[in-house]
């Protein structure tokens, strides 16, 4: 998700608008059959869209590429839509994007919605105690360096110390 959020900032050049939605979908029989790799049935639909640049249709063909990238070297390795297609589609799930040239794009997962029961589901004592930390340190390794002051940031607020590189060879 912040992954998509930060190529959605990126896209747009000094402003413009950012929208985050959650819905539920059915995927039936037709839709499955002209989209490869899909089940029919029930999801949980999480689309993040921007009002930025759009993509080439040459460009939308390639985003799910490992290390493609239409951004400079320093500002990204290409591995972040890749990354996202793997989780989604380990999950099970299925990815679909739109984007219009000066118009914007918008980005859908569809995760399987899971029916769970319940009494089945597993919540500690105190949630929030669970995730303290007491001064130990984590090392935080993240290329772009929004998402990495973020994670600081956020373990900081944890409790934890941190040491950061900005790839496994630092």
Known sequence: LLN???NARD???QAGRLVLETTNAVLDEDYAATHQDVRPGAYVVLAVSDSGAGMAPDVLERVFEPFFTTKETSKGSGLGLSMVYGLI???GGHVTIYSELGRGTTVRLYLPRVHVETSAIFEPADADASFEGHG????VVED???VQLFAIR???SLGYETCQADNAKT
Do not use: N, R
């Open 11 to 13: 896209a747009m050049s």
């Open 136 to 139: 130990e340190t984590i090392l």
């Open 144 to 146: 772009d360096v929004d």
């Open 89 to 91: 589609k380990q999950s």
């Open 4 to 6: 998509l959020v930060i």
């Open 154 to 156: 956020a373990l900081h």
